[in-house]
């Protein structure tokens, strides 16, 4: 999969560039920029005066090309290069108006320009080292960069622990950044750097009948995935079943002129799944099903490979499967992969109506307490987190920012007035742009896919917000006007299912196939050298002494997935 690094520094910039393994495309006075090895749609773009390297897939691309008129390079020419004319001719502006998947790296006079897309589909990394700035795509990149002197970042475990993810701009590796989505960072040769936002979506009043909503947000539904199928090639979807996947592939099915092929899992006879549900869309909607069997045993010797993928860890164990259902697409030649990931944070899924009950009911004043609540409500291992961790680390940790900090500014007034509003800024910010997005990029480009999510489309996000809270929390009805705006497109039995989540066996994997990897990665010398853990709690949980609910199954998969990646990736204390 192809990546790309850039250099800002008054030494040797392409020999820096190249230490990190990337290939110097353009090298200036202060920079270099470069794209590391394999294949993707990395590349290296020029406008005018300014040259860039980026990762860059568009959507509406002509309505750019449009309004750029006589300065749009020709059509044949990479969407990077339109979107650096963009850059060049309105600035921030013409990279608003653009829609897609994209990170961008601009040599722009004295500054490295590090522009991500709106809502995260890309990722970015970026650190300082002495007098030179380092920024890329790949972690492991920035990781071989000779003038990098890093180790564990202690405060991104705790929070890893309590979200199952990184929410916002800290990484395990110390000195190291994420850009965040909607943002352009500004890397300058005195080491001084300024971040500019350039779109977040707003809460408006839309004065239209709920009536009026369902069509305008199907016609915006429509154009989303119309624009994310490929060009006289087959496309798959993944279906789960419910009501997001189903919902895209059933628009992708009545647009689509060329094959669709549908994808669903299955962990063995022994384990509760939705394939009934996930059958019977493939069946109204006429695809080319497929079901992937994933037993335990798989899960088992594939997940060190898998979490290696990932340049941050995500706690979720679907990560492997989500792996095996890409290869198997790739397998039947799709090269465009749709999902239906989205709906929950952009229309108000699972979560939101516990939060709404607990705003009700408490008699804390203190802002803090909802942020303390949402973070309560991920049932991670936030609360675990005094006997989880050694006291040693617990001291360290101290006197850090708390976990709150990272949700506490979405969940006050101010951009978004409701509450529901609140909590679908704050989903779509965190886990759809650091959890959702990110790990569905790494897994289907490892596999030589594109990952596409229509349902974080720039123009369905915004519209998203412009829908009164009412009509996306209907009564205890979730996500009410994406129903509507689909429901003639598929079965009632679909559309008005409660959701149940994709119910992976975690607590059999652990306590079977995964059972020894556990114990050796956990109990083993690596583990108790890092002193990250106790080990009695450890021990007890891997033995499941006290085990009554199987979220403590989701717990010590955290752990492991932490220490898989921690391994991975060389990170010692």
């Known amino acids: 999969m192809s990546r790309w690094c850039a250099v800002l520094t008054p030494d040797d910039p ?210 989303a995935v119309s624009t994310r199928l490929p060009a006289a090639a087959p496309v798959g979807v993944l279906l789960s079943g419910g009501i997001d996947s189903s919902l895209v592939t059933a628009l992708t099915a009545s647009i689509h002129d060329r094959a669709v092929r549908s994808y669903s899992i299955s962990f063995g006879p022994d384990a509760p799944d939705e394939l009934a549900y996930s059958g019977l869309v493939a069946a109204h909607c006429r695809t080319r099903h497929r079901v992937l069997t994933v037993p335990g045993a798989a899960v088992a010797a594939r997940l060190a490979e898998t979490v290696a993928l990932l340049d941050c860890p995500v706690g979720d164990p679907l990560t492997v499967p989500n792996l095996m259902l890409a290869e198997a697409a790739a397998a039947d030649g799709i090269r465009v992969l749709l999902n239906g990931e989205g709906g929950d944070p952009v229309f108000g899924g699972p979560k939101n109506l516990p939060m709404l009950i607990f705003e009700l009911a408490r008699d804390d004043p203190d802002p803090e307490a909802r942020a303390l609540a949402y973070l309560d409500s991920y049932r991670k291992c936030h609360g675990d987190l005094p006997v989880l961790l050694t006291p040693a680390v617990l001291a ?73 809270p009412r009509c996306k929390l209907a009564g205890t009805r979730e996500k009410w006007i994406l129903k509507q705006a689909v429901r003639d497109l598929l079965p009632s039995t679909i559309v008005d299912r409660p959701k149940s989540g994709m119910r992976v066996p975690v607590q059999q994997w652990l306590s079977g196939p995964l059972r020894e990897l556990g114990h050796d990665l956990l109990l083993g010398e690596s583990a108790r050298a890092r002193g990250l853990f106790r080990e009695d709690t450890v021990r007890t949980r891997l033995r499941g002494d006290g085990v009554l609910l199987p979220r403590q199954g989701g717990k010590l998969w955290l752990v492991l997935s932490l220490e898989l990646w921690l391994r991975s990736f060389g990170v010692g204390p």
Request: charged letters at 25%; aromatic letters at 6%.
């Open 14 to 223: 392409g020999g820096q560039l190249r230490a990190m393994g990337a290939d110097p495309v353009a090298v200036g006075g202060r920079y270099a920029l470069g794209l590391l090895a394999g294949p993707g749609v990395a590349g290296f773009f020029t406008a005018g005066e300014l040259t860039a390297v980026g990762e860059v897939t568009l959507f509406h691309a002509e309505r750019l090309r449009a309004r750029l008129g006589a300065d749009a390079p020709p059509p044949d020419r990479p969407d990077g290069e339109l979107l650096l004319h963009a850059y060049r001719r309105f600035g921030l502006d013409g990279i608003a108006a653009a829609d897609g998947m994209f990170t961008l790296a601009v040599a722009d006079g004295p500054e490295l320009v590090l522009i991500r897309d709106h809502v995260g589909a890309r990722t970015l990394f970026h650190a300082r080292a002495g007098t030179a700035w380092a920024a890329t795509t790949s972690l492991r990149a920035l990781q071989r960069w000779p003038r990098l002197r890093t180790g564990l970042h202690l405060p991104a475990v705790r929070t890893f622990l309590t979200f199952a993810y990184l929410p916002g701009r800290e990484t395990l590796l110390r000195g190291v950044e994420e850009a965040l989505p909607g943002r352009c960072v500004r890397l300058r040769a005195d080491g001084s750097t300024t971040e500019e936002i350039y779109w977040e979506p707003a809460e408006i009043d839309d004065p239209r009948a709920e009536a009026e909503h369902a069509p305008a947000l199907r016609a915006l539904l429509e154009a």
């Open 396 to 468: 360290e940790l101290a006197a850090s920012p708390p976990p709150t900090r990272l949700v506490a500014p979405y969940l006050r007034q101010g951009r978004m007035s409701s509450l529901l509003n609140q909590l679908l800024h704050a989903n779509l910010r965190t886990k759809g742009a650091h959890h959702i997005l990110t790990k569905v990029e790494r897994l289907t480009a490892a596999c030589g896919l594109e990952g596409r999510a229509p349902l974080f489309d720039r123009a369905v996000v915004d519209y998203a917000f412009r829908v009164p």
